[in-house]
């Protein structure tokens, strides 16, 4: 069955850097696009990166992130990350990791980002 498993959140100070991860299993991973969305309190869950499955790792991001967020694959590792640079309070959210596979859209549980001073 399809696994997500996402890591690496945690508090930060404006300004300060994260790095999350996502480790997957149960799919051939390396031929599925893969997404982190986000969800802050009282807001709908919004995406914000997406990479494309190989060649060529299309990406795409949400405007509010474009310059400061990067996302990437390791394909030998089953494994997708965000560089979360120049972090800003309204970055605070549940971070999650997703794919679609088949008709259904699996996520992970999530991982807290928290940017406070």
């Known amino acids: 069955q399809v696994q997500l498993v996402e890591s690496g959140g945690g508090l930060v100070q404006p300004g300060g850097s994260l790095r999350l991860s996502c480790a997957a299993s149960g799919f051939t991973f390396s031929t599925y696009a893969m997404d982190w969305y986000r969800q802050a309190p009282g807001k709908e869950r919004e995406m914000v990166a997406t990479?494309?499955?190989?060649?060529?790792?299309?990406?795409n991001y949400a405007d509010s992130v474009k310059g400061r967020f990067t996302i990437s694959r390791d394909n030998a590792k089953n494994t997708i990350y965000l560089q979360m640079n120049s972090l800003k309070p309204e970055d605070m959210a549940v971070y999650y990791c997703?794919?679609?596979?088949?008709?259904?859209?699996?996520w992970g549980q999530g991982t807290q980002v928290t940017v406070s001073s």
């Open positions: 990479i494309s499955a190989g060649p060529g790792y299309y990406k």
């Open positions: 997703t794919t679609v596979a088949g008709l259904h859209r699996y």
